[in-house]
């Protein structure tokens, strides 16, 4: 089976409404959410097909949804700050190249990013919010990309992430939690960017990654449940990060990723024959980049960040030089 790109491409400029079938541009006065953006521009990247959309109104966009009073990025215009809409707006500027559009802003996006971590390290999403690994991740990678990472927050958010670890040296979303696979990204992801790998139990940790694999040659979430193409992204990103994406059978995930395409319509869905949908194409896509990216002629995806190496290697990498 072959990757229908023009499908895809296609599909994500129609965005996911099946229904009505609209253009990114209408989506664009509609209010996209954000991080639904983020995973068409994403998509996008993996194709190599990132100049289909139309630069200057995903910039205007991103840039309308951020909010004032709390210093972060809402999920739509006049939304309250998010830190998850607040990586995806950033990610969005870096992959454009258009950082510099936020330089008035990043003292004080910084500040709200730092005022949401909690004394125990763990971050919350937003002032009234609940905590979770993955606004840890969003955290740090959000101040990674801003090159604001700092001692206090580093050293606090990794002894958080230590303490969600568990007994099969896997991760869950607070500790005591059970392990998945989606939290394990964003465990890993954030310990990486904070130069704090040598926490992780590696091989324990593999080992748990590569049961992932199920019969089918997809990926699952958590031992007993059903593949899912998302997963060939939370599954792989890390085990790619401790250098064991050899240690599954990377062939029988590429196939299991392309048996979740429409070849009619384009798209990804969660398995095979179900309802496509952006969150699934774009994580699909990110799977089969990093199973085999020059197989698939598909751009070479950073597993720490999520995002181009072409943008992140723009990113000033933490521990930085010199600093006290
Ligand atoms: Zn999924």
Known sequence: MTLARLKHIQYVKNVDDATSRQSFEYWLSEHLRLNGMYWGVMALVGLKSLDTLPKPQVI?????CYDAKSGG???????????????SGLQILLIYDSLHTIDDKRAQITKFIKDLQLPDGSFQGDSYGEVDTR???????????LGQLTEDVVERASQFLVRCENFDGSYGMEPGAESHAAQVFTVVGALAIMDKLHLVKHDKLATWLS?????????????????????????????TILGHQNWVDLARLGDFILGCQDEEIGGFSDRKDNQTDIYHTCFAIMGL???????????????????????TQKIQKWPYAGRE
């Open 289 to 311: 980049s990093l199973a085999d990216h020059e197989l698939y002629d598909l751009e070479a995806i950073d597993p720490v960040y999520c995002m181009p190496y072409s943008a």
């Open 60 to 64: 205007e966009y991103v840039l309308s």
């Open 135 to 145: 606004f840890v991740y969003n955290a740090v990678s959000s101040l990674s990309i």
């Open 211 to 239: 049961e992932r694999q199920v019969k089918e040659g997809g990926f699952n979430g958590r031992p007993e449940k059903l593949p899912d193409s998302c997963y060939s992204w939370w599954v792989l990103s890390p085990l």
């Open 73 to 87: 990025f809402g999920a739509y215009p006049q939304h309250d700050g998010h830190i998850l809409s607040t990586l």
